[in-house]
């Protein structure tokens, strides 16, 4: 597995995206809303590996949540698969705890499954497969 991004809880996606293109010395190179997550997304490159920034759109959104209990910072780490449904068979059967029954859709054209952080030394873990169509 590659590690495809990691996911940044923000509060403010505008004020977050000028911090994150002063720090990385680019610009975000899209942004992006999930209707289904409740959220706004923004992405940089960073070598072979992304950045996601996240911003809530409503209250209900695990973003906001996540900033309500921890406040800002790293929600969870995005693992590449090619086949996510074998992964997600394979990981069900080795004990970990997957928080969707089905993939996803998930921001930036994949499909994606989040592992429940009791099974990952309390990380978020996502499995995305790119959405090939
Ligand atoms: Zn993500």
Same mark, same amino acid.
């Given at each position: 597995?590659?590690?495809? %991004?990691? /996911?940044?809880?923000?509060?403010? =996606? @505008?004020?977050?995206?000028?911090?994150?293109?002063?720090?990385? /010395?680019?610009? +975000?190179?899209?942004? *992006?809303?999930? *209707?289904?997550?409740?959220?706004?997304?923004?992405?940089?490159?960073? #070598?072979?590996?992304?950045?996601?920034? =996240?911003?809530?759109? /409503?209250?209900?959104?695990?973003?906001?949540? +996540?900033? @309500?209990?921890? #406040?800002? #910072? $790293? +929600? %969870?780490?995005?693992? @590449?698969?090619?086949? $996510?449904?074998?992964?997600?068979?394979?990981?069900?059967?080795?004990?970990?705890? =997957?928080?969707? @029954?089905?993939?996803?859709? /998930?921001?930036?054209?994949? =499909?994606?499954?989040? $592992? %429940?952080?009791?099974?990952?030394?309390?990380?978020?873990? *996502?499995?995305?497969?790119? $959405?090939? *169509?």
């Amino acid at each position: 597995m590659k590690l495809e %991004h990691i /996911g940044i809880a923000v509060k403010n =996606l @505008e004020t977050a995206n000028d911090l994150y293109a002063l720090l990385l /010395g680019e610009k +975000h190179y899209k942004t *992006e809303t999930v *209707e289904s997550e409740q959220v706004n997304t923004s992405f940089f490159k960073t #070598g072979s590996s992304k950045v996601e920034l =996240l911003e809530a759109t /409503g209250p209900e959104s695990a973003i906001a949540r +996540h900033i @309500e209990k921890r #406040g800002e #910072g $790293i +929600h %969870h780490v995005a693992f @590449e698969v090619k086949d $996510i449904y074998a992964e997600m068979e394979r990981l069900k059967k080795a004990g970990f705890r =997957l928080l969707n @029954e089905k993939p996803k859709r /998930g921001a930036d054209n994949k =499909l994606v499954c989040f $592992i %429940h952080p009791k099974s990952a030394n309390s990380v978020l873990v *996502e499995l995305c497969q790119q $959405i090939t *169509e």
